[in-house]
């Protein structure tokens, strides 16, 4: 962060907050030209700052709102069964969010699933075929009482 200047942590914040504005509209909120903003704005993804744009969805619309949490120890560890451990979550895509962690558990995983039957049969089914899981526990989800998308940038 020691290249960003107190317009380009404005420029993330509003982006943040609303990733579809035009060069212009940017431009307005930040109190610059288009160009220059133009010009940050492009460093800024080539830097590895803004990694990707995304859309949010309504998982509860899209019959994916049974939310679980799921702690995951491996029977054991080292380097080549973590990276096999990692590959094999990376292409489940009811696994949206895995987290090496410390602690009793190895792993953190966020589920998304419809309901409490298809994650029953999601653990027998994917996760129960891992031949490195050892135990997990489930978590679920009663009500989501905040959810932030961005993170917090403090002004230099």
């Not at 940017?26 to 859309?55: D, H, N």
């Not at 997990?136 to 009500?143: A, I, N, P, Q």
């Amino acid at each position: 962060m020691d290249s960003l200047d107190k317009v380009d942590l404005q420029i993330l914040r509003t982006l943040q907050e609303n990733a579809r504005l035009t060069t212009k509209e940017l431009a307005s909120r930040v109190s610059l030209s288009s160009t220059p903003v133009f010009e940050r704005w492009k460093r800024l993804e080539r830097e590895g700052y803004i990694k990707k744009y995304v859309a949010v969805l309504d998982a509860e619309k899209l019959h994916q709102g049974f939310v679980v949490f799921c702690n995951v120890k491996l029977k054991r560890i080292n380097h080549d069964i973590a990276e096999e451990f990692a590959r094999t979550i990376r292409s489940i895509p009811e696994v949206t969010e895995c987290y090496n962690i410390s602690g009793s558990f190895d792993y953190l995983l966020k589920i998304h699933a419809p309901n409490m039957k298809y994650y029953q049969e999601f653990l027998l089914n994917v996760l129960g075929t891992i031949d490195s899981l050892g135990s997990l526990e489930s978590t679920f989800v009663m009500d989501e009482v905040k959810h932030d998308f961005g993170i917090t940038l403090k002004s230099e």
